[in-house]
């Protein structure tokens, strides 16, 4: 079956742009999460949803960052006024189960940002 | 805080050789631990996690509460082992959960 994709897969902007990155979940999972991978460190957890509810944002770095699910499907992360320390690999995953520390995470294959 | 700390950025090894990725975690409460893996061109993928105490691909980690560390073994390495390995602590926060992943250690086995 179809794994969870991300569009773009790679995206160059501006400094000072605003970017959207889409992520689309396993149908049917009703957890979803964003991470940033800088070149040479681990995913960072930036932002959780359960369904349509963003029970948890505490790792998105500023207020230019924004991700919404509004359906309980597909997320968007939004970067407003991007600025060259938000190059990095953003990954998406999803995973079945409701807050369940447990469940295996389903990762996308990533977009990867660079700003100029 | 909670911190997961891999403390090898590059271990390499020859072929058929033991081959131990070192995990170390920090967490008051009980910790869910996984070690995801990715292969070259491939996307993350969970490798095993320790509440299901299983074998994949020949790889075991055992959770020592005493050293808080959940190292990856394999007593004979494969080429095909070539990867990034990362160890991650899951943990339930806001009514759904939390992940952090450590920084990684890359695996090479060589010929």
């Known amino acids: 079956g179809a794994g969870v994709s991300q569009s773009p897969r790679y995206k160059v902007a501006k400094r000072g742009q605003d970017v959207a990155l889409r992520c689309d979940p396993i149908s049917g999972h009703v957890s979803l999460f964003w991470y940033q991978q800088a070149l040479g460190q681990g995913p960072e957890f930036l932002t959780y949803?359960?369904?349509?509810?963003?029970?948890?944002k505490s790792g998105l770095p500023s207020d230019r960052f924004f991700a919404e699910r509004p359906e309980g499907s597909v997320s968007t992360l939004k970067i407003q006024r991007t600025q060259q320390e938000d190059s990095a690999v953003y990954l998406c995953a999803s995973s079945p189960d409701g807050g369940i520390a447990t469940s295996e995470q389903f990762f996308g294959p990533g977009t990867r940002l660079t700003v100029l | 805080a909670q911190r997961v700390t891999q403390p090898e950025k590059l271990l390499s090894v020859f072929k058929g050789a033991p081959v131990e990725l070192k995990c170390n975690y920090s967490?008051?409460?009980?910790?869910?631990l996984f070690w995801y893996v990715q292969y070259s061109r491939q996307r993350l993928q969970l490798l095993l996690r320790h509440i299901s105490r299983e074998s994949i691909k020949g790889f075991t980690a055992d959770l020592n509460k005493g050293e808080t560390s959940f190292h990856l073994k394999k007593p004979f390495a494969q080429e095909e082992d070539s990867a990034m390995y990362y160890c991650?602590?899951?943990?339930?926060?806001?009514?759904?959960?939390?992940?952090?992943f450590g920084a990684g250690t890359r695996l090479f086995v060589k010929a």
């Open positions: 991650a602590l899951s943990f339930p926060r806001t009514g759904g959960f939390k992940t952090i």
């Open positions: 967490y008051s409460g009980s910790p869910e």
């Open positions: 949803f359960q369904n349509e509810a963003q029970l948890d």
